[in-house]
């Protein structure tokens, strides 16, 4: 099983500045099949990022996904009120799929 | 619209069973893989279980496999999740999810609470 290992847990950012979320895999994730989600409270998560870099529907261009192999990232840029929440990656491999623990992204 | 709806929930003793509904609606249902994905504050998002279009393919995370059936009704554009020998550990909010090109989650309910506690 791949396990995915989410830093920091905690990232204390304010509004316009950018975000950079870590997310790394115990073994290479096949074909970089790895997604970003977003979680707010309350609510299910939302596709974000999907095959490492690629931007859901109705995504915004300051969210951009980057890495392969066993290291990757989430970048927020110029970071909006609305973007606080709980951030998770998610990857896929011989039929499985996990998550890492999440990064909870505050308001500083 | 694109929905999904999940059902089913509520408390259940330790080994007991408890069958989870979820009524998609607002796009061809046949043509997905759908999952079941559940969350505790402890362990967050953990992937359950998922079965794909016409239910002739099911996969499971090992801490489920063998006591929990995932199932579809494809007239009825439903997906089910039968949970036999349920444990404290299956607590949790379980969520329906719709494959997005293949390998993610691209629709998800708002989620079903379980709790399993005597």
């Known amino acids: 099983e791949v396990v995915l290992t989410q830093s920091p847990d905690t990232l204390s950012l304010s509004p316009g500045e950018t975000a950079t979320l870590s997310c790394r895999a115990s073994?290479?994730?096949?074909?970089?099949?790895l997604a970003w989600y977003q979680q707010k409270p309350g609510q299910a998560p939302r596709l974000l990022i999907y095959?490492?870099?690629s931007r859901a529907t109705g995504i915004p261009e300051r969210f951009s996904g980057s890495g392969s192999g066993t290291d990757f990232t989430l970048t927020i840029s110029r970071l909006e009120p609305e973007d606080f929440a709980v951030y998770y990656c998610?990857?896929?491999?011989?039929?499985?799929?996990?998550f890492g623990q999440g990064t909870k992204l505050e308001i500083k | 619209e694109v929905q999904l709806v999940e059902s089913g929930g509520g408390l259940v003793q330790p080994g007991g069973s408890l069958r989870l509904s979820c009524a998609a609606s607002?796009?061809?249902?046949?043509?997905?893989?759908m999952h079941w994905v559940r969350q505790t504050p402890e362990k967050g998002l953990v992937w359950v279980s998922r079965?794909?279009?016409?239910?002739?393919?099911?996969n499971y995370a090992d801490s489920v496999k063998g006591r929990f059936t995932i199932s579809r009704d494809n007239a009825k554009n439903t997906v089910y999740l039968q949970m036999n020998s349920l444990r404290v550990e299956d607590t949790a909010v379980y969520y329906c999810?719709?494959?997005?090109?293949?390998?993610?989650?691209?629709?998800w309910g708002k989620g079903t609470t379980v709790t399993v506690s005597s």
């Open positions: 999810a719709r494959d997005q090109y293949y390998y993610y989650m691209g629709v």
């Open positions: 607002g796009f061809t249902f046949t043509n997905y893989w």
């Open positions: 079965i794909n279009g016409d239910g002739s393919a099911t």
């Open positions: 073994q290479s994730v096949s074909n970089n099949y």
């Open positions: 095959a490492a870099s």
């Open positions: 998610q990857q896929y491999d011989s039929s499985f799929h996990t």
